[in-house]
């Protein structure tokens, strides 16, 4: 082997290292007693390896004055990613048949106002959105948090259909159109058929996004709603007394599970969603 | 086929009512309630431009804008650098490439609070005995933490994206080179890199999308401390609307922060129009 490859071979593996370490230090801390933890190193393996952080985890850690765990948190963010992933996709992909097949006068002007606001922070739009769900009394339910990923879901997804659309053959959509097919009839059953893939890859963005938001579950799902994330940050960032760092990090580890599994599984598809997702325009 | 028939436009309401209400209509509001003396409770005195004088003699608002800047300059010049050479090197034939790409991408699949805790445990003082790195504690040197956490998370994120346009390339390049005797840093620099351009253009764009949005990592990492030495703009938006209820000021924060995005945007924008019209 030449000394150039040796070299390239010794940067990849050092990078892997890097990214691999805190994966590594968050299952070995997970798996530690929290004497272990005070006397050792932080890089050391488990040298009496126990599951009982990760039972305490689930069940017991305390956020602010309630101690059960992150299991609540974890079922609220099944509840607001269920709907969540299902009718952004559904609208998406409605969005982007109807611009690519039928072309409405305006709709591309409106189509780049909504793209601008893939880049816009959720700040600006914050303070008014909370009125706005508050005057419907809706605000600080599931219904607003389904609404609100809704409405940052749009810009995205409805790319994503468009484009995917637009790489059709223009004669499938022909073809249906001359066979006497309606709008809703070429969608539910021609277009929405063909669009298998992309709906694999938008079903793992989104379930992935949503997942792992912070700010929109912190506003808007209200008290009893709050997504595994936020439970996650105040189990850690708010509770006063010791660090029992090795249910935090059992706790980090149960919250990025579901979009981590997802990620292993998908693998190619995963790396679609990115690719697709940042063609923006 | 002109027969379109309303049914499109019908389809369309939903997309018309949220980028009218929730993203115009909203940014409308935001922009009204900058312009008022609204504290906690919004109030219809208008004082023009008053918030953004009182925003930008703010010293938390200052220190926020100065950690923004110096985050996004280092975030993205490291992911694009890392990204870039773990793309390239994985291009070179390595064996494993599928194993390599997974472990430099899971990171990406992580949310940014899991992302934030993670790192804070690592970089809490005392981890590792007989190695004190206090950064995280240290006023001057959190915001580097906070870059650090970031860099990992995003920069398999930069090397997919990177790894899809080196694919693009016409292997005949490689070729050629060889033929000529140029050695390969030379033909990646003069050669691939310009080559990659738009694909460059549109990273540093979704990363610099990325820095603005800012909050969850550092809420999660340091909670804007110690003290208030790693807050940055978004945070203090947040923190000024619902716990220190001065909600002219954050709206003012948050107009200053769209602009920001609207003029990294431009140029971009303008870019792309322009190769559409000569392609």
């Known amino acids: 082997m030449k000394p150039a490859r040796i070299g390239l071979y010794a940067f990849l593996l050092t990078a892997a290292l890097f990214f691999m370490l805190p994966l590594y230090v968050m299952i070995s801390t997970s798996l530690k007693s929290m004497d272990e933890i005070r006397l050792g190193h932080i890089f050391a393996l488990p040298m009496a390896p126990t599951l009982e952080a990760w039972r305490s985890a689930w069940s017991e850690a305390c956020t602010g004055a309630s101690c059960d765990g992150v299991q609540a948190g974890f079922w609220n963010s099944v509840r607001i990613t269920l709907p969540s992933t299902i009718l952004p996709i559904a609208l998406g992909a409605l969005n982007g048949y109807a611009l690519s097949f039928w072309r409405p006068r305006g709709a591309n002007l409106l189509f780049a106002i909504l793209l601008l606001g893939a880049f816009v922070p959720v700040q600006v739009m914050i303070y008014p959105l909370v009125r706005m769900l508050a005057a419907i009394d809706v605000y600080g339910s599931l219904p607003a948090i389904v609404l609100v990923h809704l409405v940052f879901g749009m810009p995205v997804l409805t790319l994503l259909f468009r484009n995917y659309y637009a790489s059709l053959p223009h004669e499938l959509f022909q073809a249906a159109r001359i066979d006497g097919g309606g709008f809703w009839r070429i969608f539910w059953h021609v277009m929405l058929p063909a669009s298998v893939p992309m709906l694999v890859v938008a079903a793992i963005m989104q379930i992935t996004g949503v997942w792992s938001d912070y700010i929109l579950g912190l506003v808007f799902a209200g008290r009893d709603n709050l997504p595994m994330t936020v439970q996650l940050n105040n189990v850690i960032n708010t509770t006063t007394g010791v660090r029992l760092y090795n249910v935090n990090m059992a706790a980090t580890i149960l919250t990025a599970l579901v979009p981590l599994a997802i990620y292993f599984l998908s693998g190619r598809w995963f790396v679609r969603g990115i690719a697709a997702g940042a063609v923006k325009g | ?279």
């Open chain 2, 1 to 279: 086929m002109r027969q379109r028939g309303v049914m499109p436009y019908f389809a369309l309401l939903p997309m018309l009512a949220t980028v009218c209400v929730a993203y115009l209509g909203a940014f409308a509001w935001t922009f009204y309630v900058s312009l008022t003396a609204s504290r906690s409770i919004a109030s219809n005195k208008f004082i023009g431009m008053a918030q953004y004088e009182r925003l930008f003699n703010n010293e938390r608002w200052m220190l926020s804008l100065n950690n923004l800047a110096i985050y996004g300059v280092l975030f993205i010049l490291a992911c694009m650098v890392i990204g870039f050479l773990l793309a390239a090197c994985i291009d070179r034939q390595v064996t494993g490439e599928g194993a390599l790409r997974t472990v430099f991408l899971y990171p990406y699949a992580m949310s940014f609070v899991a992302t934030g805790l993670v790192w804070q445990w690592i970089l809490t003082p005392g981890g590792i005995p007989g190695f004190e790195f206090d950064w995280l504690v240290d006023q001057d040197k959190v915001i580097y933490t906070v870059v650090l956490a970031s860099v990992w998370q995003a920069s398999g994120f930069v090397m997919a994206l990177m790894l899809a346009g080196l694919r693009g390339i016409d292997p005949e390049i490689w070729k050629a080179a060889r033929l000529d005797g140029i050695p390969v840093w030379r033909v990646y620099l003069s050669v691939v890199l310009p080559m990659l351009g738009p694909t460059l253009a549109t990273v540093i764009i979704l990363l610099a999308t990325m820095v603005v949005k800012l909050y969850d990592a550092v809420v999660s990492m340091t909670q804007g401390g110690p003290g208030t030495a790693s807050e940055v703009p978004a945070k203090f938006i947040m923190d000024h609307l619902f716990l220190r209820a001065n909600i002219g000021l954050a709206s003012a924060g948050a107009v200053v922060l769209l602009l920001t995005v609207l003029a990294l945007l431009a140029p971009y924008a303008y870019a792309r129009s322009r190769r559409r019209a000569t392609a």
